[in-house]
């Protein structure tokens, strides 16, 4: 069974310092893996799609790894504002579902 | 916009009763699932869709049911069985079923047991 993990479980920076987020999961036999930003009582927003071919993936801010024959992952934000403030979740594809972290509760200090 | 949209976005149920939770997609998936997410844990597949007219028990599908007669439609209903049915429910969608395509998921529905 996968088993997905995310370090910490809280965090919280002063505004501009970049972040730095952990998952790792067990299973290295993955079809991809999706970060996602919720807000508080919100769905669930995509961020990033790596698929298992490649090693990172880049959208402006936002940059993630992708290291699958040690099962990790590292979600990149560089010089965080407040708005980055949410709960970032990351996913790993198997078979026929999304296996899930319990995610890390962002904080961005003014 | 495509996308998928829940409803409501509160629910209250009574002892006893039962609830249907509605998920509509306009982004022509063939897959479709239902998450449950409890506070300070992953969410966790309750059921999923790969195509119309069939679905498949996740991990926790006990005192939950589901039903797929159009492509676009994928409502769950919570049964008096689901003995802690309080929680937050999400809908999602991917291209195809089983491929890692990217999921997109719904706004959610807050669900209470009064």
């Known amino acids: 069974k996968q088993e997905v993990t995310q370090i910490p479980a809280a965090l919280s920076v002063p505004e501009g310092e970049n972040l730095v987020l952990n998952c790792s999961f067990t299973d290295s036999a993955i079809y991809n893996l999706q970060w996602?930003?919720?807000d508080p009582g919100k769905g669930l927003t995509s961020l990033l799609l790596i698929q298992s071919s490649q090693r990172e993936q880049t959208s402006g801010r936002l940059n993630a790894s992708l290291d699958k024959s040690s099962g990790r992952s590292t979600l990149y934000i560089a010089a965080s504002q407040p708005g980055d403030s949410a709960t970032y979740l990351c996913a790993v594809s198997g078979d026929y579902k999304l296996s899930f972290g319990a995610g890390t509760t962002v904080t961005v200090r003014a | 916009d495509g996308g998928i949209t829940q409803s409501p976005k509160y629910?209250?149920?009574?002892e006893g009763q039962n609830v249907t939770l509605s998920c509509e997609q306009n982004l022509n998936h063939d897959a479709m699932?239902?998450?449950r997410q409890d506070p300070g844990q992953g969410l966790r597949l309750i059921y999923y869709s790969q195509i119309v007219n069939d679905f498949q028990k996740g991990d926790?599908?006990?005192g939950y049911s589901v039903s797929r007669e159009k492509k676009e439609s994928f409502p769950l209903t919570v049964t008096s069985a689901q003995k802690n049915p309080t929680a937050f429910y999400l809908c999602a969608s991917t291209r195809t079923g089983g491929s890692g395509t990217e999921a997109f998921f719904?706004?959610?529905?807050r669900l209470t047991v009064v």
């Open chain 1, 36 to 38: 996602f930003r919720q």
């Open chain 2, 106 to 109: 719904g706004q959610g529905t």
């Open chain 2, 60 to 62: 926790i599908a006990e």
């Open chain 2, 11 to 14: 629910l209250f149920r009574k």
């Open chain 2, 33 to 35: 699932y239902w998450y």
